[in-house]
């Protein structure tokens, strides 16, 4: 029915998004074949960075340099390949990939198939840090910490936390009925994706429900806030910019 009344939980305003997957609309993009690329995020909707979904076949590869942009690969589900400095990486669900920029990568599908979320951002030099280097681990490798002392809130920090970095990326999950403490505003720029579960999101004055595979932006300083719904836990997996000069 959601053809015939033209009816979709997608929002798109000036301040947030939610890109919901009935309405994704496939993209043809330089150095990626016989892939499936949504482009779920990009400055044309006034975001700073990129936000990916690339389906993989056997068939399916993608290869360049990375330029002045740095990529983070996520694997939601199936297994994939990696190579960097002449070095294969074989990945499966959960596991990421760091790409710092400069770099020449070769990203392979399998027989399995695979979806890789990607957040592409152009990198901000800090003079006196060091030099950045890929990252290939998992998630479980990542032990999730209490957020705040709550233990149903639990957050998992998948890059490192140092100066080096201008963004970061972390896997949120909650268990039934665990919020957000507050409602959340800051400078910092938010890219979701859920990965597990269902809850209701605040963003800006505006309540949705959410479930997996669903998309989210947030502007600075959009008001946000959540809460995990149904009979178990929600995650998400979020990009967000730090370290740098607000100016």
Not at 153 to 171: G, K, T, W, Y
Not at 202 to 231: E, N, S
Request: proline share 6%.
């Amino acid at each position: 029915m959601t053809g015939l009344f033209g009816s979709t939980r997608t929002v798109v305003k000036s301040r947030y998004a939610l890109i919901t997957p009935d309405g994704h609309v496939n993209s043809s993009l330089p150095g990626w074949e016989n892939v499936t690329c949504i482009v779920q995020i990009s400055p044309a909707m006034g975001a700073k960075f990129c936000q990916l979904l690339i389906t993989l076949n056997k068939d399916s590869h993608g290869r360049g340099n990375t330029g002045v942009n740095q990529f983070f690969f996520y694997v939601v589900e199936g297994n994939a390949s990696i190579v960097m400095d002449e070095k294969k990486s074989r990945l499966e669900a959960g596991s990421y990939v760091y790409v710092p920029p400069g770099k020449d990568i070769h990203v392979q599908g399998s027989a399995n198939g695979a979806k890789l979320l990607v957040f592409q951002k152009h990198y901000e030099p800090l003079h006196g840090t060091a030099k950045l280097t890929p990252i290939v681990a998992h998630e479980r490798e990542v032990k999730g910490q209490p957020f705040l002392g709550n233990e149903d809130a639990r957050l998992q920090v998948l890059l490192p936390d140092n100066a080096s970095f201008d963004m970061a990326v972390n896997i949120f999950t909650y268990q039934p009925g665990a919020t957000l403490p507050f409602v959340e505003t800051h400078i910092m720029e938010h890219g979701l994706m859920m990965t597990k579960g269902q809850g209701v999101y605040r963003l800006d004055q505006d309540y949705h429900p959410v479930q997996t595979g669903d998309v989210i932006w947030m502007a600075p300083y959009c008001p946000q806030w959540f809460v995990a719904m149904g009979k178990t836990p929600a995650a998400y997996i979020y990009y967000k910019d730090v370290n740098r000069d607000p100016m």
